[in-house]
């Protein structure tokens, strides 16, 4: 109710045309949004996780909402210096995807290069070696195919049935056993795996098709040189996808990073909060290791007042409607937005939930 009421009182502000001139006001001039998203959908992928794949064809609209508004797509380096020496071109936007996973190669980056905008992709590195599913994820999917069921006996992967299949909290809960046990008995990316090939087996789910189509993995080290010499820009997302509260730990995170990246990591000085998750002793910790910018997954405007440590990004999902992207691009979104807390706690056991630990 709430949400529609919102969309009704933005299309009412539309039509009266305060979201145009917001938009081309001083104010907005001054400002930076800075877009996230995460994977684009090449099956079924955004029904299973609707917050974190977004089907092609809304990226598409939203890509063309950024033209057809006359937004100024910048380079994240670029659009940083201009914001700290107040040169700031009309509606200027950063487009960042997170983890940098195969389907930006094959179904984002098509998108973006057909409309010649710039992208930045922070790269978590652990699984791009490794060419197989990312574990916690590919347990998640497997888990939610099989929905409908109650799994009687869970012995064979360490579990005690029966197994409500469901529920999403009942799934949820078998895969942070699974990962759990996982990091407790120290198990390889190589073991990993094949526990993911067992469940899908147990569950009648084809692992070899999920493999074969490179669902839930991440690009290559080829296919981000590929990409880079087509104007994409890598920055820093951890190695493993994980924010350890140990400085030695949390700096080995981003100097894995940076070496796994290889010659793109000589200029990867932009970082990125796994989960959006940070911690105020972090900032330090990057500055150590001549990071300069970090964007999290609070919403909001980048001004010149914002710390580049923290900077404010608006995660987009298919759940926001048309009327509501554009008002994050005129700034009205962001006036009427109910402030929030930022998150700065980490759990104790960072990097549980994550993608990779190893």
């Known amino acids: 109710m709430l949400r529609t009421i919102r969309r009704a009182a933005l299309q009412l502000l539309q039509n009266f045309g305060v979201s145009r001139v917001l938009a081309d006001s001083k104010w907005r001039k001054n400002r930076l949004l800075i877009l996230c998203y995460h994977g ?10 609707p917050k974190l794949y977004m089907q092609p064809e ?22 940083l210096r201009c914001l700290q020496t107040g040169e700031l071109p009309p509606k200027s ?62 012995k064979e992967l360490g579990l005690a049935g029966p197994l409500d299949l469901r529920t999403e ?3 949820n809960q078998i895969v942070r056993t699974l990962v759990l046990s996982a990091n407790e008995n120290n198990l390889t990316g190589v073991e990993k795996n094949e526990l993911a090939a067992r469940l899908a087996r147990l569950l009648d789910v084809s692992y070899d098709e999920i493999v074969a ?22 920055q820093l997302h951890t190695h493993r996808h994980r924010t350890p509260i140990n400085e030695e730990l949390f700096r080995k995170e981003i100097q894995d990073n940076r070496r ?18 940070y911690r105020p002793e972090f900032l330090a910790w990057l500055q150590m290791d001549h990071v300069v910018s970090a964007t999290t997954c609070d919403p909001g405007l980048a001004s010149k007042s914002s710390n580049l440590l923290l900077l404010p990004r608006l995660v987009d999902t298919s759940a926001r409607s048309a009327i509501e992207f554009e008002a994050w691009l005129s700034g009205m979104a962001f006036l009427l937005a109910v402030r929030k807390t930022a998150r700065t706690v980490v759990p104790a056991a960072a990097g549980s939930a994550s993608q990779a630990n190893n």
């Open 260 to 277: 796994a990246l290889g010659p793109m990591g000589e200029k990867a000085v932009h970082f990125c909060y796994p989960s959006g998750v």
């Open 169 to 171: 909290a009942g799934r």
């Open 213 to 234: 189509n490179r669902m839930f993995q991440l690009m290559s080290p080829s296919e981000q040189s590929q990409l880079a010499a087509a104007g994409v820009d890598f």
């Open 40 to 49: 684009i959908s090449r099956n079924d992928e955004h029904l299973w996780r």
């Open 58 to 79: 809304v990226f598409r609209q939203r890509l063309d909402l950024l033209k057809r508004n006359g937004c100024s797509v910048l380079p994240l380096a670029k659009a």
């Open 93 to 154: 936007v950063v487009i960042t995807f997170d983890d940098g996973g195969y389907d930006f190669y094959a179904a984002a980056f098509p998108l973006i290069d057909a409309f010649q905008f710039p992208v930045t992709v922070y790269q978590t590195t652990y699984y791009s070696d490794y060419q197989r599913p990312i574990f916690n994820l590919v347990c998640s999917y497997i888990l939610w195919k099989r929905r409908d069921r109650i799994l009687q006996d869970g």
